[in-house]
């Protein structure tokens, strides 16, 4: 028990200081609870499902995607975002009670939070990667580098944390780990060795700007992963190229683990129900 005379306690927050909770969440149409519907109920529950995914409904989170999913994992794909992690839940909960609830089964999730990574380097640290590299503080392109980056920085950072989603039409997602083994632990490397790792991954990732968008969230605490990768490109051979150019980066050929991967087609929610049949 609290004694009386202190202080009162925190109010509790499911709310974090900054960055959105995020959910990707994997449906399968489940035919024969589909078919033990009426087709009255069905129309209706279609009606309901579309109204529910609408991304700018009443009660839609500040950020919510559709896709239809290839393979056998899926048929339906949905990425949530929003401040507050009830919200975000509020939308499978409805999902789940709306008339055609019993035929959606979900087969796959993954929750995880927005994040500016520990890798993404400071001016400060960005003028120093500069001299390493060889860039003198007297060459005219050292300061007009630094300048640049200072003004991309804060936009690059409010994009990781409260991203916009790009109209891009092929969409994937899979999950990451960094190895913790006896002879590539990336939990034992030092911190100036990591990071340079990373900003060599991050160099491989800058070629295929405006071709592939790509958001890192945090998963650790979260989910059995550590960080979940989702990549919108323009054309589903992008995903393969950055996917494949990136695995010889070192960061991502000696720590890296990676879980199942899941290709999708973003849709608006009226035509993924259409395209799936219901």
């Keep these: 028990m609290r004694p009386h005379n202190s202080a009162p306690l925190p109010e509790p927050t499911i709310q974090m200081k900054e960055g959105w909770h995020c959910l990707h969440i994997y449906y399968k149409i489940n035919q024969a609870a589909l078919q033990a519907v009426s087709p009255e109920d069905r129309a209706f529950g279609r009606a309901e499902v579309i109204d529910i995914l609408n991304p700018s409904g009443e009660h839609a989170p500040a950020r919510m995607l559709t896709s239809v999913v290839s393979g056998h994992r899926a048929d339906l794909g949905l990425m949530l975002m929003d401040p507050d992690p009830l919200r975000i839940d509020a939308i499978t909960q409805r999902l789940r009670a709306s008339r055609i609830g019993t035929a959606l089964e979900s087969t796959w999730s993954f929750v995880s939070i927005t994040e500016v990574s520990e890798y993404v380097p400071s001016v400060e640290q960005y003028a120093e990667r500069l001299q390493r590299e060889g860039t003198s503080p007297d060459d005219p392109a050292y300061q007009a580098k630094i300048n640049a980056y200072q003004q991309r920085l804060p936009a690059m950072n409010q994009q990781r944390l409260y991203p916009d989603i790009p109209p891009f039409p092929v969409m994937t997602f899979y999950p990451m780990n960094k190895i913790r083994h006896p002879l590539a632990n990336w939990y034992t490397e030092p ?3 990591r990071s340079e790792l990373m900003a060599e991954h991050a160099t491989s990732g800058i070629k295929f700007a405006g ?4 958001l890192i969230t945090a998963s650790t605490g979260f989910d059995e992963w550590e960080w979940g990768v989702t990549l919108w490109s323009r054309a589903p051979e992008h995903v393969k ?3 494949y150019s990136m695995r010889f980066d070192r960061a991502s050929a000696k720590y890296a683990e990676f879980g199942p991967f899941f290709v999708g087609y ?11 049949r219901v």
């Excluded at 071709?211 to 790509?214: A, K």
């Excluded at 849709?267 to 129900?273: C, G, R």
């Design 191 to 193: 911190f100036s060795a």
């Design 211 to 214: 071709r592939v968008s790509q």
């Design 241 to 243: 190229d950055i996917v």
């Design 266 to 276: 973003v849709m608006s929610p009226e035509d993924a129900l259409k395209h799936v």
